[in-house]
């Protein structure tokens, strides 16, 4: 009885998708990168003309048993800067499943955009 109560209440605290893709201008639209044997999301959020406020927006992950999911939860108040973002998808867990080319994006009403995978090669000094 417990464990059923404990995993309730974690999933109830657990973020939830709440802005979809396409409420976000994008400089770069999220994409997986492959480089080095590693994974990441990449993607860089395009900033308001002039001085305009933009709350940061902050990706969380989740997964299933075939799918690796990216998503975005409520925006927090700190300010988006607009730099280009790359994230390893080790840090997430979700490696295996861009191995398996099984990441998405998950949108508030549970509708799922595929992650393109771009080879890149390892930068050289």
């Known amino acids: ?5 404990k995993k309730r209440f974690f999933r109830a605290l ?4 709440r802005v979809a893709l396409g409420e976000i201008s994008f400089a770069l639209f999220p ?4 480089r ?3 994974y990441y ?6 900033m308001p003309p002039g001085d305009q ?3 940061r927006m902050v990706p969380f992950s989740r997964i299933t048993n075939d799918k ?12 988006e800067r607009g730099h280009l973002v790359e994230s ?4 997430d867990g979700l490696t295996n499943f861009a191995k398996t080319n099984a990441i998405y994006w998950l949108n508030p009403d549970g509708r799922e955009v595929h992650l393109e995978i771009l080879m890149e090669a390892e930068h050289r000094p």
Do not use: D, K
């Not at 009885?1 to 109560?5: A, P, Q, T, V």
């Not at 657990?14 to 998708?17: Q, S, T």
């Not at 994409?31 to 492959?34: D, G, H, W």
């Not at 999301?41 to 395009?46: G, T, W």
């Open 36 to 38: 080095g044997g590693q």
């Open 68 to 79: 690796g999911y990216y998503f975005f939860g409520t925006p927090i108040s700190l300010p």
């Open 41 to 46: 999301l990449r993607y860089q959020i395009q």
């Open 88 to 91: 390893p998808l080790s840090s």
């Open 1 to 5: 009885m417990f464990e059923g109560l």
């Open 14 to 17: 657990a973020p939830v998708p």
């Open 53 to 55: 406020f933009q709350a």
């Open 31 to 34: 994409q997986i990168v492959q």
